[in-house]
């Protein structure tokens, strides 16, 4: 099957949505195009600074084809178009169009699907109440004017699933954009199944661990991402030093960007008379993965993030906070995550949530419920299949 992907962002070796799907398609033998931005830099994308003089360029990625294309517009990061793209479309002549989100450049792959009556248009969608929406202006006249009647309303007779990753995102499209229910399926982020498995085989743990001159006795907690205040991570680091065990470890992976470094002093700060708080910096998915299989727990208070799918992917435990549609009940039937809700956000919370996970036979029953969810919710062998179905159906 031919698939092309419109996204805003393609950084090889990331562990986003795109890029998963990518590898995953190719494993199981589809050719794969994918047109993005020419971010380079997370950072910068998620701070809207972009160079709009460098020029677009191809390149390969696990055997997709990926076109990066200079934005024709962009208006303050809320709506971006690139360079028109009919001619990839034509000339890649895909069975399957997946949307990453609403973006102009969609309307340029319409001519192409008219005339191709088997081809299928499918959108995946990462907004929630948490996350956008979160002033007037921004649900009332981005989402429900911009949006909806500008982009999202002329293509929805074209679209035959939108995939929101979370319940929160259905709730989004179903109250802001008057989707039917009928017409989503939640598509979990999902993790690298297979990378996990084969650095969870390595001597990964051993390895982190002696680097870090943690014995191989010893617990360790797991946190991090993006440094920000909507992580809430000096939490985790708070509770730690309550604790206040000689056998217990904690490691933060992650970094801030420039705007961001008032707050990573901050945790410095808080670490800065704990020799067991280990900063390791910004990794790339094969560091995340090493450092995940080198621990125990891993704890994060807010704002969700791919690294919790990646712990689950890794067999630990989570304990996450839920400050709004950002539940994992979705994922949750083994209860391999412990949920705070929001009034339980705090130090004495988390820190009584990790006390009770120390226990040997617990923390090692929940290891294995981890396991079973990974396996069942979040591997992307099996979650590809969701995004081809229609197309197996009516090609």
């Given at each position: 099957?031919k ?5 805003e ?5 990331l ?17 794969v ?22 020029p677009g360029?191809t390149f ?15 208006f ?10 009919s ?10 169009l997946?949307i ?19 081809v299928?248009?499918i ?5 929630d109440?948490?996350?956008s929406?979160?002033?007037?202006l ?13 982009y ?5 007779k ?5 995939y ?20 989503m ?7 690298d ?6 650095i969870?085989?390595s001597?990964?743990r ?42 217990l ?8 960007d420039?705007?961001?470094?008032d707050?990573?002093?901050?945790l ?8 067991n708080i280990h900063?390791v910096g910004?990794?790339n ?16 208070p ?5 690294i ?10 989570l304990?996450?906070?839920?400050f ?9 039937e ?12 705090d130090?004495?919370?988390?820190k ?17 419920r ?5 396996a ?6 099996q979650?590809?299949?969701k ?9």
């Amino acid at each position: 099957m031919k698939i092309l992907m419109l996204c805003e962002l393609y950084i090889e070796n990331l562990e986003y949505q795109e890029n998963l799907l990518v590898k995953y398609y190719r494993k199981h033998g589809h050719e794969v195009t994918v047109i993005t931005s020419t971010y380079d830099n997370v950072f910068d994308y998620y701070n809207n600074q972009h160079d709009n003089s460098k020029p677009g360029h191809t390149f390969q990625d696990h055997g997709a084809t990926i076109i990066k294309l200079p934005f024709k517009f962009n208006f303050k990061g809320k709506i971006k178009k690139y360079t028109n793209i009919s001619k990839i479309v034509e000339e890649f002549q895909p069975d399957l169009l997946y949307i990453h989100d609403i973006m102009p450049n969609m309307f340029e792959m319409l001519p192409y699907k008219k005339r191709n009556p088997h081809v299928k248009m499918i959108m995946d969608y990462h907004a929630d109440y948490s996350n956008s929406a979160n002033n007037w202006l921004s649900l009332n006249i981005l989402h429900k004017i911009i949006r909806k009647y500008i982009y999202m309303n002329p293509i929805r007779k074209h679209i035959s699933k939108f995939y929101p990753i979370i319940p929160g995102s259905t709730k989004f499209l179903k109250e802001v954009y008057k989707i039917p229910e009928s017409q989503m399926e939640v598509l979990p982020l999902g993790a690298d199944v297979d990378l996990a498995a084969e650095i969870r085989q390595s001597d990964a743990r051993n390895k982190i661990r002696k680097c870090l001159h943690i014995e191989k006795d010893q617990k360790v907690l797991f946190t991090g991402g993006k440094f920000a205040p909507l992580k809430r991570t000096e939490l985790v680091l708070e509770a730690f030093n309550q604790i206040n065990d000689p056998n217990l470890h904690l490691i933060v992976v992650g970094d801030a960007d420039e705007n961001m470094q008032d707050y990573k002093n901050r945790l410095l700060a808080l670490a800065a008379e704990n020799k067991n708080i280990h900063f390791v910096g910004w990794q790339n998915n094969h560091g995340v993965y090493q450092h995940l299989v080198a621990s125990d727990i891993a704890v994060f208070p807010a704002s969700q993030s791919i690294i919790w799918q990646q712990a689950l992917a890794s067999h630990l435990p989570l304990i996450i906070g839920d400050f709004g549609d950002q539940s994992l009940d979705y994922l949750n039937e083994f209860n391999a995550v412990t949920e705070l809700t929001v009034d339980k956000i705090d130090s004495l919370h988390i820190k009584k949530a990790i006390k009770k996970l120390l226990d040997d036979d617990y923390l090692a029953e929940r290891k294995e419920r981890s396991a079973k969810t990974a396996a069942k919710y979040l591997d992307w062998n099996q979650l590809i299949n969701k995004t081809l179905s229609h197309v197996k159906t009516f090609s």
